[in-house]
């Protein structure tokens, strides 16, 4: 089992920069893994960005592709979200997620949710 914390959010213009963290707890981390997911107000949760285990593959929504850079230290158990050109439309509450068999896109097939960070950007 996997305890996950967000942190990093706040508030920035568009055109800014955020890096968010994503600190897990438990000796098994680096067996897990890793995805970020957003959900704006009355929208539904949508995937932004997943790392394996490893970090030797990473996928990115269209959406995000070219901004956010996901990325993970094993030795810190922490995965991280650099987001650049942050645009208004990027404004949501950011999840991290995890899961041992499973490192692709749909927020159902995750097992483990931290409590989100928010992030709003302003124009």
């Known amino acids: 089992q996997v305890q996950l914390v967000e942190s990093g959010g706040g508030l920035v213009q568009a055109g800014g920069s955020l890096r968010l963290s994503c600190a897990a707890s438990g000796r098994t981390f680096s067996s897990y893994h890793m995805g970020w997911f957003r959900q704006a107000p009355g929208k539904e949760r949508e995937f932004a960005a997943a790392i394996t285990w490893s970090g030797g593959s990473t996928v990115y929504a269209d959406s995000v592709k070219g901004r956010f850079t996901i990325s993970r230290d094993n030795a810190k158990n922490t995965v991280y979200l650099e987001m650049n050109s942050l645009k208004p439309e990027d404004t949501a509450v950011y999840y991290c997620?995890?899961?041992?068999?499973?490192?692709?896109?749909?927020?159902?097939?995750?097992?483990?949710w931290g409590q989100g960070t928010q992030v709003t950007v302003s124009s």
């Open positions: 997620a995890a899961d041992r068999g499973y490192s692709g896109t749909l927020p159902s097939r995750y097992g483990y």
